[in-house]
């Protein structure tokens, strides 16, 4: 099992992938990609990746790129430490929060990027574009919350690690989150596997998350 992971560990697509490989045990290689240079566009890397992205989970052969689409081969494959609900409806909504959380607050994920996640860089307040963005963002992640306030489903999942993430965007850059919801990111924070790619040593280098 390898793992093709940017080299600046700075990728929240790859945290989540690392995570779920973790959080399952599974034994595998970290592959660094270093997409300053290119490498991600080097004919080589196009027979590992048709997309031409990181994560790339490469497993017996089988080559797969898309964290949420390797999130869950990991589950089925190895389905014994599940990172997914039981529950068919909240597994679906799990899924749910991830595809939204990819495909939408595009002005927090800009003006918020994964450098102020893991490196800490300093960075202006944000736009009323993003803004609303958060406040959207806020909106959603009170709704799913409510009933077990720690986690989305009463136990962890891998959607846990991706809210949290998106949160804590926002959260160290010193913006205002609701208190509850700024708990939920701090301690979904603490994971093991989680402070495992967080205190990776990371070059100083830019990269857009």
């Given at each position: 099992m390898k793992l093709?992971?940017?080299?600046?560990?700075?990728?929240?697509?790859?945290?989540?992938?690392?995570?779920?490989?973790?959080?399952k045990a599974i034994p595998f290689e970290s592959a660094l990609v270093d997409l300053q240079r290119g490498e991600h566009l080097a004919a080589g890397y196009a027979g590992v990746s048709s997309t031409l992205r990181v994560p790339t989970l490469s497993h017996d052969g089988f080559n797969l790129s898309e964290s949420s689409a390797i999130c869950e081969y990991l589950e089925e494959a190895f389905p014994a430490t599940p990172i997914y609900p039981a529950n068919v409806q909240d597994r679906a909504r799990a899924r749910?929060?991830?595809?939204?959380?990819?495909?939408?607050?595009?002005?927090?994920?800009?003006?918020?990027?994964?450098?102020?996640v893991f490196l800490r860089t300093p960075v202006p307040p944000l736009s009323d574009e993003a803004r609303a963005a958060a406040e959207r963002l806020f909106k959603a992640a009170d709704?799913?919350?409510?009933?077990?306030?720690?986690?989305l489903f009463g136990t962890w999942c891998i959607a846990d690690t991706d809210l949290a993430l998106m949160l804590n965007r926002l959260v160290l850059a010193g913006?205002?989150?609701?208190?509850?919801?700024?708990?939920?990111?701090?301690?979904?924070?603490?994971?093991?596997?989680?402070?495992?790619?967080?205190?990776?040593?990371?070059?100083?280098?830019?990269?857009?998350?």
């Open positions: 093709f992971i940017d080299s600046n560990h700075l990728s929240p697509y790859a945290m989540s992938a690392f995570v779920a490989l973790r959080e749910e929060i991830q595809a939204w959380l990819r495909s939408d607050l595009m002005p927090i994920r800009s003006e918020r990027t994964t450098e102020v709704g799913w919350l409510r009933q077990h306030g720690s986690t913006d205002p989150v609701p208190e509850h919801l700024a708990r939920y990111a701090t301690e979904q924070w603490q994971r093991a596997s989680v402070q495992e790619w967080v205190n990776t040593t990371r070059p100083a280098a830019r990269t857009t998350g």
